[in-house]
Nanobody
Framework: EVQLQASGGGLVQAGGSLRLSCAASGFAFDHYSIGWFRQAPGKEREGVSCISSSASMTYYAESVKGRFTISSDRAKNTVYLQMNSLKPEDTGVYYC??????????????????????WGEGTQVTVSS
């Protein structure tokens, strides 16, 4: 059974950094797409970043580009989201999700969200001003 566990959230001041981890089990890292999503109170879930087993397939939302970096450690079956220069608007519950189709990271919006087959529980990120 595929399981994803997001961790690393917390409370941080604006301008600070956090690193989120998504640990996967029951999931081969040879062909995959893993995405990070977030949802703030009263707002729809949005895609934040995505990475595939192909280095050429990465995605960052415009709102986080230049501040967030997604990476993977195949040996640990873990994907990371390094979040720097955090802003209050980054506050929300962050989820990681996965699909076996590498090309999913090329898609956006609802297609990206709905295309994710496996979802983990979220981790709360709160950025104070």
């Amino acid at each position: 059974e595929v399981q994803l566990q997001a961790s690393g959230g917390g409370l941080v001041q604006a301008g600070g950094s956090l690193r989120l981890s998504c640990a996967a089990s029951g999931f081969a890292f040879d062909h995959y797409s893993i995405g990070w999503f977030r949802q703030a109170p009263g707002k729809e879930r949005e895609g934040v970043s995505c990475i595939s087993s192909s280095a050429s397939m990465t995605y960052y939302a415009e709102s986080v580009k230049g501040r967030f970096t997604i990476s993977s450690d195949r040996a640990k079956n873990t994907v990371y989201l390094q979040m720097n220069s955090l802003k209050p608007e980054d506050t929300g519950v962050y989820y990681c999700a996965a699909n076996h189709w590498e090309r999913l990271c090329l898609y956006r919006g609802a297609t990206l969200i709905d295309g994710m087959q496996y979802w983990g529980e979220g981790t709360q990120v709160t950025v104070s001003s």
